[in-house]
T-cell receptor, first 112, second 113 residues
Framework: SQQGEEDPQALSIQEGENATMNCSYK?????LQWYRQNSGRGLVHLIL?????REKHSGRLRVTLDTSKKSSSLLITASRAADTASYFC????????????FGQGTRLTINP | DGGITQSPKYLFRKEGQNVTLSCEQN?????MYWYRQDPGQGLRLIYY???????QKGDIAEGYSVSREKKESFPLTVTSAQKNPTAFYLC????????????FGSGTRLTVV
């Protein structure tokens, strides 16, 4: 069962521009996490935001969480070619077994 | 350096054959997970284990089996009952179940020949 839905499915921008990806989910959560996956590789954890937090920063990454709308966004500022990857949101549900449920991902391409 | 090691990187399975994918971590994490990823798709949970000698089915457990005899190891067996096993398999671990980020291995690509 997919909990998170990322939007857009694919995004292509020029190097130096900002990239914004969105994630919507259906059930109450403990936290929401964002991961990056380079082609054919494992996922890398980027950032975790808890349900009582509204915004979090890590370097060029900014994540927001709106629990009333059940949505989150990931902003990458001043994009670089090395940011080309797929980005996934994952939710840690409030009730039930403690396991992450991943969305389908956004494929981000940074053009030089 | 601590991390998760998955082996082999590529695996080929004949029809009707069982194969086992290895996952080892030296992070001293209690929880471990197996996910399956199909091309262009997200991850789907196969099995997870919150503690040694205990594991639970995920969303797509049919045709798979696991064991958790040691904290460091969580092997996944793809049985002949799994009718469409060709996929990318990812193992992950976390400090404990819930509230923490996951560390992923580099994956095993399984192909049926």
């Amino acid at each position: 069962s997919q909990q998170g839905e990322e939007d857009p499915q694919a995004l292509s921008i020029q190097e130096g521009e900002n990239a914004t990806m969105n994630c919507s989910y259906k059930t109450s959560i403990n936290n929401l996490q964002w991961y990056r996956q380079n082609s054919g590789r494992g996922l890398v954890h980027l950032i975790l935001i808890r349900s009582n937090e509204r915004e979090k920063h890590s370097g060029r990454l900014r994540v927001t969480l709106d629990t009333s709308k059940k949505s989150s966004s990931l902003l990458i500022t001043a994009s670089r070619a090395a940011d080309t990857a797929s980005y996934f949101c994952a939710t840690d549900r409030f009730q039930g077994a403690q396991k992450l449920v991943f969305g389908q991902g956004t494929r981000l391409t940074i053009n030089p | 350096d601590g991390g998760i090691t998955q082996s082999p990187k590529y695996l080929f399975r004949k029809e009707g054959q069982n194969v086992t994918l290895s996952c080892e971590q030296n992070l001293n994490h209690d929880a471990m997970y197996w996910y399956r990823q199909d091309p262009g798709q997200g991850l789907r949970l196969i099995y997870y284990s919150q503690i040694v000698n205990d594991f639970q089915k995920g969303d797509i457990a049919e045709g798979y089996s696991v064991s958790r005899e040691k904290k460091e190891s969580f092997p996944l067996t793809v049985t002949s009952a799994q009718k469409n096993p060709t996929a990318f398999y990812l193992c992950a671990s976390s400090i404990s179940a819930g509230g923490y980020g996951y560390t992923f291995g580099s994956g095993t690509r399984l192909t049926v020949v």
